[in-house]
Structures are given as structure tokens and as C-alpha cells.
């Protein structure tokens, strides 16, 4: 099945797993230290308490100084606008509804966080991602038009979806492992960077 196709037939927990897997690997972006969405992946698990997820999200935007959505003209850094936006738009509370708009708004805006940091990718466009997004995910073969990053985000989404769609609960831990992995490597992309501008 396509990114989209997983995204439409996601439960509910998976789609807030696959929303926060997004913005766990953008973290590098906002500053903020590897445990600081550790609440957030908690509540997810089995014994996680689904009415306590609007206080934990609170919790995370107080830390990281998003409180709400930025405008354009408040941050040069387009990739860091993009995830700050996505954890101004999380929803308070944990619905299937909800948390589809999040999931499917989380996917674009890390793909397309990934093709800005991605020093290789001169020819990706939003239609291209698009693309992607709708393509069968059969075969390890990186999409044509897109970057490695790229593609390795895009692998990341759809094994989150699925250990998710196969493990319920039990994929949680899986999934932030997935994430962890790919928020190192951007890590490492933001880090040089910055280098490459000192």
C-alpha cells in the first residue's frame, strides 16, 4: 500500500504514533533535547491514559516555546517553520479525526523539512512528494525525483504506520526506535549545517 493508503485505514493510535514519530525526528529543529516527546510516546502505550494527552502536549510546546502557530515572517529557517508548525497544529485531544488531519499534515511537512535540509536535492518539488505519498511502497527502490533523505523518510513513515497496523500498542516501542534512528541522522544533517554557515 501507498503512505496515503496507510494513513486512511490508521487507527487512531496509530495515527498519533505516526504524527509523532514526524516531529520526534524534526526535534533537532526545535531545539529540543531527545527525551522531550518521551510523555507524548508513554501515553501511547498500552497503559498510556488517552485523556491525559492535551495536558502532556501542553507540557511539550511550554518546553520547546511553541505555543502557538508562527508566521512566516517570525523565523527565517523555512525547515524549522515547518516543525513548529507541526506542534502548533497537534491535536488536544486524541481522536481518529483529528489525529488523521495531523498524521497526513505531519507526513507532508517532514518530507518536505527533509528536502530543504538535503544538500543533494535540487529537483524535488511538493508535486514530487505528493507523488511519493500515493506511490505502492513494494521494493526498497528509492522513488524516483527524490532525494536519499528523502526516501529514507519516507521509509520511516510507512514502518511506523505499519509496525503500528500490525503490533497495535505493542509497535509503540518499535516506532520511537524508528524515529530515535532517523532523528540522529537529521541531527547530524542540522548540525553540519551549521557548520556550513559558521
Same mark, same amino acid.
Given at each position: 500500500?501507498?503512505?496515503?493508503?496507510?494513513?486512511?485505514?490508521?487507527?487512531?493510535?496509530?495515527?498519533?504514533?505516526?504524527?509523532?514519530?514526524?516531529?520526534?525526528?524534526?526535534?533537532?529543529?526545535?531545539?529540543?533535547?531527545?527525551?522531550?516527546?518521551?510523555?507524548?510516546?508513554?501515553?501511547?502505550?498500552?497503559?498510556?491514559?488517552?485523556?491525559?494527552? !492535551?495536558?502532556?502536549?501542553?507540557?511539550? /510546546?511550554?518546553?520547546?516555546?511553541?505555543?502557538?502557530?508562527?508566521?512566516?515572517?517570525?523565523?527565517?529557517?523555512?525547515?524549522?517553520?515547518?516543525?513548529?508548525?507541526?506542534?502548533?497544529?497537534?491535536?488536544? @485531544? /486524541?481522536?481518529?479525526?483529528?489525529?488523521?488531519?495531523?498524521?497526513?499534515?505531519?507526513?507532508?511537512?517532514?518530507?518536505?523539512?527533509?528536502?530543504?535540509?538535503?544538500?543533494?536535492?535540487?529537483?524535488? %518539488?511538493?508535486?514530487?512528494?505528493?507523488?511519493?505519498?500515493?506511490?505502492? %511502497?513494494?521494493?526498497?527502490?528509492?522513488?524516483?525525483?527524490?532525494?536519499?533523505?528523502?526516501?529514507?523518510?519516507?521509509?520511516?513513515?510507512?514502518?511506523? +504506520?505499519?509496525? +503500528?497496523?500490525?503490533? #497495535?500498542? !505493542?509497535?509503540? /516501542?518499535?516506532? +520511537?526506535?524508528?524515529? %530515535?534512528? #532517523?532523528?540522529? @541522522?537529521? /541531527?547530524?544533517?542540522?548540525?553540519?549545517?551549521?557548520?556550513?554557515? !559558521?
Amino acid at each position: 500500500m501507498s503512505l496515503v493508503e496507510l494513513i486512511a485505514q490508521a487507527d487512531e493510535r496509530g495515527l498519533a504514533a505516526s504524527g509523532l514519530a514526524c516531529l520526534d525526528r524534526c526535534v533537532p529543529l526545535l531545539g529540543g533535547d531527545d527525551e522531550v516527546l518521551r510523555p507524548l510516546w508513554a501515553n501511547l502505550a498500552a497503559e498510556g491514559d488517552p485523556a491525559a494527552w !492535551g495536558t502532556l502536549l501542553e507540557q511539550v /510546546r511550554a518546553k520547546l516555546g511553541v505555543a502557538d502557530v508562527v508566521d512566516d515572517e517570525d523565523i527565517e529557517d523555512e525547515a524549522a517553520l515547518l516543525a513548529r508548525r507541526m506542534l502548533a497544529a497537534a491535536p488536544a @485531544v /486524541r481522536s481518529a479525526a483529528e489525529a488523521r488531519t495531523w498524521a497526513d499534515a505531519c507526513s507532508v511537512a517532514s518530507l518536505q523539512i527533509h528536502r530543504l535540509l538535503d544538500p543533494g536535492q535540487d529537483d524535488g %518539488t511538493d508535486g514530487a512528494l505528493e507523488s511519493v505519498r500515493a506511490a505502492d %511502497t513494494a521494493g526498497d527502490a528509492r522513488p524516483e525525483g527524490v532525494s536519499p533523505l528523502v526516501a529514507a523518510e519516507l521509509r520511516r513513515q510507512i514502518g511506523v +504506520l505499519e509496525l +503500528l497496523d500490525s503490533h #497495535g500498542a !505493542g509497535g509503540v /516501542r518499535r516506532a +520511537l526506535e524508528v524515529s %530515535t534512528e #532517523g532523528r540522529r @541522522v537529521l /541531527r547530524a544533517v542540522v548540525s553540519r549545517r551549521a557548520r556550513g554557515r !559558521g
